[in-house]
């Protein structure tokens, strides 16, 4: 009877543990630059004895961007594990020399022109970004149902533009529960446009891009001026 409770007080501890041990988010760390440090964002300082134990710091620290890892003096078997909130990219400045020590950051998703459009959610700003082609960028309009545009020009105009595609809009202003997505053309006549129709005509192999001059020619702000009908057969 006493061994059946120990064990089943064990079970019980051991369950307990499982339920409160905190999930640990996937990470891929940088490769290490040998004899820097960064300065001015530490967000925790503690004594491990290794750099593995200085990673799982991090990744169990939310905000950690990037470490330092260096050696004790006089304690072989203890080193400093600094992490940070920011990394070298963001600030390249405070990164100094110290032979002592490695830094090594969290590594980042690249941003190029081969994946300009491209949205992330970044975790630890725990907000949505869109690379340009050159650097990741805060996400704001048209690019979420809850964050649409009045129209595409209105996002054009917002400097939000990815390019042509589709966005979201709601020309109603007010609530966002009607907002939908549009194709949005960015680039013919200065971009702006909002595509509201579209007609394919069996004898054209392809679908060929014009405009109403109407349409053209308006510089009202309603998104039902902004016509972009691609129309297969117009002349």
Known sequence: MR???????????????????????????ADKIEGQKLNGS????????????????????????????????????KFKCQLSDSDRFAA????????????RGIEREKCSASSTGAVRNNTFRKAWEWCNGKVWLSVVIGFFATEPGRH??????SGQSRGSGLYWIDPNGGST?????????????GGGWTLISTKVSPSFLFIKTAFLASAAKTTDADASSHIHPDMGDWE
């Open 42 to 77: 530490l967000i925790k300082e503690v004594e491990v004895d290794s750099e593995t134990s200085c990673q799982l710091e991090c990744v169990d620290e939310e905000r950690c961007h990037s470490y330092n890892f260096g050696t004790i003096q006089g304690d072989s078997g």
């Open 177 to 189: 529960k009607d907002s939908f997505q549009a194709f949005c053309d960015m680039e013919t006549n």
């Open 152 to 157: 595409c020009l209105d996002i054009l105009k």
């Open 3 to 29: 061994l059946w409770i120990y064990n089943l007080v064990c079970a019980a501890v051991y369950g307990i543990n499982r339920i409160s041990e905190p999930e640990l988010r996937a990470v891929n760390f």
């Open 92 to 103: 390249l400045a405070n990164l100094t020399e110290e032979n002592s020590f490695i830094y």
